[in-house]
C-alpha cells in the first residue's frame, strides 16, 4: 500500500475552525410558467476537517440544491439570492465563474447519485480520471497515469480493470469509480450524494467503509446526502435534518438520535424500521412535504405535525440554541413554557 | 374441500431454474458442454395461509427469478410448485413436451401426473405480484381508474359497469387511495412515487388474490413513506389473511412483518426460520454478515460489522463444495469440497452450513 504522498499533503487542518461554513443561504428556482419555487431558505451549518456531516430529509427536500448551490453547479434556472458559502474565510459566491474553477473539484468534489449517469459511457475509466487531474494542470498525463492507478489501487479495483468502461463495472464498482474519479485533484471536502442508495445492503456496507478509511487516510470533510437514517447513524458526527428547504434540526448525531428535539426528526426516526425492535408498528408521517411554490405561511411543517399549536400556523419559528451545539426550528424548543402544553 | 382449506398457499419443492447461456455455433458444433446460468438451484419452502414470507439476499441470488417462476413469467427447469394443493406450471410444460421430444417431458411421477393442474389465468386470478419500480410499471398513458380495472376485464369479471366501479374504488380505498373518485382521472405521472405504488397495490388487490407476492415494493421510496407501505401491507394481510411473499435485499425492512424469514445466496436458500428467532440466533455465516450490515438508527449502537468483500458470484460459475466458501470468514477445509446439506434445527431453523452441523453433531 504506498497511499501517495501528495494525498496527504492537505489532510491536517486546525480542526476547530469550520473548514466550510454555510451561512443563511438561499436558493430560488424560476419555473418556466413564471412562479417561484423556493428551494432554499436561510440554511446554515459548518462543515469540520476530518468529520463527516450528515444532510438528511425527504425527497425534495432541498439536499442536493445544498450541494449544487455550494459548487455552484445550479441549473440555468436556480440562483443564490442570499446568504455566504464561506470557505477558509473565503465567500465562494464572491467568486467569479472563472475563479470558481480553481476551488471545484480541486477544493470540494462530488461523488453523484447514480454512478452509471456520472460516468461517461463511452470513455474508459482510467481516461475519465486523468482526464480530471490533466484539466486542473496538475500534472502532465504520464505523472496523471501513475496517479490514475494509486487512486484506483485506493478505492480497491484492480489496475488492469482501468482501461475498462464504465458498463462492464458492476454497480458497487461504479461507485468506487467515482470516488476515485472524486478524489483526483485530492479535494479537501468530498460532497456524496446519496451514494450507496441504489446499492445492496452488503455493497453499501464495503462503500461506507470505503468512504470512512479514506477520510482517515486523508483527513477529508466528508458531506453526505441521504435519505436513510440508518446510514447517517453509523458513520456521520452530525446531522442536519432539512424539511421543505429549511433547516429542521442540527447537531451531534448523539443528540438527534437519542435526544431529538423537532417533531419532525422524532417522526422519521420513529418511521425508520429498527432490527432491535422487531414487531413494533412503524408510525408514518402523514400528508406529503410543502410545495415549495407554494409554502404555507408559519412552520412549513405545522400542517402535517402532530405537536403543532395555534402559533405554528402563522409564524415561522426560527432556528434556536436548544443546548450547546444543539438546534432546532421549532416554537415548541422556543420558550419553555409552551412547550408543557 | 376442507382438506383444501388446511392446505399451504404455497409449497415449492426442489424448484430448479437455469437459463442456458447463447452460444457461439462453433461451440456447439464442437459438443462442448453447454453453459447454464444456475439462478435458482433447488430451492423448497412453504408457505402458509395468512402468512408473510420474506425472501432476503443481494442482488443476483435469484429471489426474483423465484416471484417470476412462481407466478409462471419463467418456466421452472424442475421441481414442483403447488398453489393451495394445485401443481401449476404442469400443463404448460406437458404441452411443451408433446412438440419437443427432449427430456423436458417428464414431468414428476404418475402419482404427480394425475394431481389437478392450474392454468396460469386462473393462477393469476389469485396470486399477483407487486413489481419494485413503481415508476416504470404504471403505463404512463392510462389513467388509475383503466390501470386498476385493467385486471378485471382481463379475467372478465365484473362485466356490469357499476359493478366494476365499485371494485375499482373498493381496492384503491383499500390502497389508501381515498376518496378512490379524486384519482380516477389522473395519470401516473401526477402521482408521486408512494401513491404509485399505492395504485400497483391497489391493481393487484382488485381481484381480491389468496396470495401476493411483493418484490422489492419499497426499495424505491422515501423512508416516511416506506413505512406507510408496509404499514399497508401489514393492515391488508391482517384483515384478509392474504398470503405474502416479500423480497427484498434488506433486511430492516421485512423484521417488523414477515413470519418467516428465508435468507437466499447465489440460487439456494441457506437459511431459514421464524423471524425473531432467525434475527436473534442466526447460524449460518452469510446470515450472520448480512445481518450486522443492517444500518442502526442510533449512533451508540454502533457495532462490528462483518463486511464480505467482493461481490456474489456469477450464477453460470458457482464455486464447488459449498458456494458460500470463497466468501465466508469462517470456512474451514472441507467447505471447499462438500455442498452442505440443509440442516434442521430447533423451532424450524434450517442452516446448510457444515460448522453447524458439525456443532449439532457434538452436541448430539
Not at chain 1, 425527504?58 to 436556480?78: D, F, H, I, Q, W
Not at chain 2, 391493481?203 to 408496509?230: Q, T
Not at chain 2, 449512533?299 to 450464477?315: F, H, S
Amino acid at each position: 500500500m504506498s497511499p501517495g504522498w501528495w494525498l496527504c499533503a492537505r489532510a491536517s487542518r486546525v480542526a476547530d475552525t469550520p473548514l466550510l461554513s454555510i451561512r443563511n443561504l438561499t436558493v430560488d428556482f424560476v419555473l418556466p410558467d413564471g412562479r417561484t419555487s423556493h428551494a432554499l431558505e436561510e440554511v446554515s451549518f459548518d462543515v469540520h476537517a476530518g468529520q463527516t456531516l450528515g444532510l438528511v430529509g425527504e425527497s425534495g427536500c432541498g439536499k442536493t440544491t445544498t450541494l449544487m448551490a455550494v459548487m455552484r453547479l445550479l441549473p440555468s434556472n436556480g440562483r443564490i439570492t442570499g446568504g455566504r458559502i464561506l470557505y477558509h474565510d473565503l465567500d465562494l459566491l464572491s467568486l467569479t465563474e472563472r475563479q470558481m474553477r480553481a476551488y471545484r473539484w480541486k477544493e470540494m468534489a462530488m461523488v453523484f447519485q447514480s454512478a452509471m449517469n456520472a460516468l461517461n459511457p463511452v470513455m474508459r475509466i482510467d481516461d475519465q480520471i486523468s482526464e480530471a487531474i490533466v484539466l486542473h494542470q496538475l500534472m502532465n498525463s504520464a505523472q496523471a497515469a501513475r496517479r490514475v492507478d494509486t487512486l484506483l489501487e485506493m478505492v480497491g479495483i484492480a489496475k488492469e480493470r482501468g482501461d475498462q468502461y464504465p458498463h462492464q463495472y458492476s454497480g458497487g464498482m461504479r461507485q468506487r469509480a467515482m470516488i476515485a474519479l472524486s478524489l483526483a485533484c485530492s479535494p479537501s471536502v468530498l460532497f456524496a450524494d446519496e451514494p450507496t442508495t441504489a446499492l445492496d445492503v452488503m455493497i453499501q456496507a464495503q462503500v461506507l467503509e470505503l468512504l470512512k478509511k479514506i477520510q482517515e487516510k486523508l483527513g477529508l470533510a466528508i458531506v453526505l446526502v441521504t435519505h436513510d437514517l440508518g446510514v447517517v447513524a453509523e458513520v456521520c458526527d452530525t446531522v442536519v435534518v432539512m424539511y421543505g428547504g429549511k433547516v429542521a434540526e442540527y447537531g451531534s448525531a448523539d443528540r438527534i438520535y437519542n435526544d431529538p428535539q423537532h417533531p419532525y426528526t422524532q417522526r422519521l426516526l420513529e418511521s425508520f424500521p429498527d432490527l432491535n425492535k422487531p414487531g413494533e408498528v412503524l408510525s408514518s408521517i402523514p400528508g406529503t412535504p410543502p410545495r415549495l411554490t407554494d409554502l404555507p405561511p408559519g412552520c412549513r411543517f405545522e400542517p402535517r405535525c402532530h405537536k403543532r399549536i395555534d402559533v405554528c400556523a402563522v409564524l415561522a419559528p426560527r432556528l434556536i440554541e436548544t443546548s450547546a451545539a444543539h438546534y432546532a426550528a421549532c416554537h415548541l424548543c422556543e420558550a419553555p413554557e409552551t412547550g408543557s402544553r | 374441500m376442507s382438506q383444501v382449506a388446511q392446505q399451504p398457499i404455497l409449497e415449492v419443492r426442489h424448484l430448479v431454474k437455469h437459463f442456458p447461456v447463447r452460444q457461439a455455433l462453433l461451440a456447439a458444433f464442437q459438443r462442448k458442454l453447454r453453459q447454464r446460468i444456475r439462478a435458482v438451484d433447488d430451492v423448497s419452502f412453504t408457505l402458509e395461509r395468512g402468512e408473510v414470507m420474506a425472501l432476503v439476499g443481494e442482488s443476483g441470488c435469484g429471489k426474483t427469478t423465484i416471484a417470476r417462476t412462481l407466478i409462471g413469467l419463467e418456466q421452472q427447469s424442475s421441481g414442483e410448485i403447488r398453489f393451495s394443493g394445485e401443481l401449476i406450471g404442469a400443463e404448460e410444460r406437458r404441452a411443451r413436451a408433446g412438440l419437443l421430444s427432449v427430456d423436458v417431458g417428464r414431468v414428476g411421477t404418475r402419482e404427480q401426473q394425475m394431481l389437478p393442474h392450474m392454468s396460469l389465468k386462473r393462477l393469476r386470478q389469485r396470486a399477483q405480484m407487486i413489481f419494485q419500480d413503481p415508476y416504470e410499471s404504471l403505463n404512463p398513458r392510462a389513467t388509475v381508474f383503466d390501470i386498476v380495472a385493467e385486471p378485471l376485464i382481463v379475467h372478465g369479471m365484473a362485466r356490469e359497469r357499476e359493478e366494476r366501479i365499485r371494485r375499482v374504488a373498493a381496492a384503491m380505498e383499500d390502497a389508501g387511495l381515498r376518496p378512490a373518485r379524486d384519482y380516477y382521472s389522473r395519470f401516473p405521472h401526477e402521482l408521486s412515487g408512494g401513491q404509485r405504488q399505492r395504485v400497483v397495490i391497489a391493481g393487484a388487490m382488485v381481484l381480491e388474490p389468496e396470495l401476493l407476492l411483493a418484490d422489492e415494493p419499497v426499495s424505491m421510496l422515501d423512508v416516511s413513506i416506506r413505512a406507510e407501505i408496509l404499514n399497508l401491507l401489514n393492515d391488508l394481510r391482517r384483515e384478509r389473511g392474504i398470503s405474502i411473499l416479500f423480497i427484498t435485499h434488506d433486511l430492516g425492512t421485512v423484521a417488523h412483518f414477515a413470519d418467516k424469514l428465508a435468507v437466499m445466496y447465489l440460487g439456494r436458500i441457506v437459511e431459514r426460520g421464524p423471524t425473531e428467532q432467525l434475527l436473534r440466533d442466526p447460524r449460518h455465516p452469510y446470515t450472520k454478515a448480512l445481518l450486522s450490515v443492517v444500518p442502526v438508527p442510533n449512533p451508540r449502537l454502533r457495532k462490528a460489522r462483518v463486511i464480505l468483500q467482493g461481490e456474489t458470484p456469477n450464477a453460470a460459475n458457482i464455486p464447488a463444495g459449498c458456494r458460500f466458501h470463497p466468501r465466508c470468514p469462517v470456512a474451514i477445509d472441507r467447505c471447499r469440497t462438500e455442498d452442505p446439506p440443509e440442516i434442521a434445527l430447533a423451532g424450524d431453523q434450517m442452516a446448510a452450513c457444515l460448522l453447524v452441523s458439525h456443532a449439532q453433531n457434538q452436541a448430539a
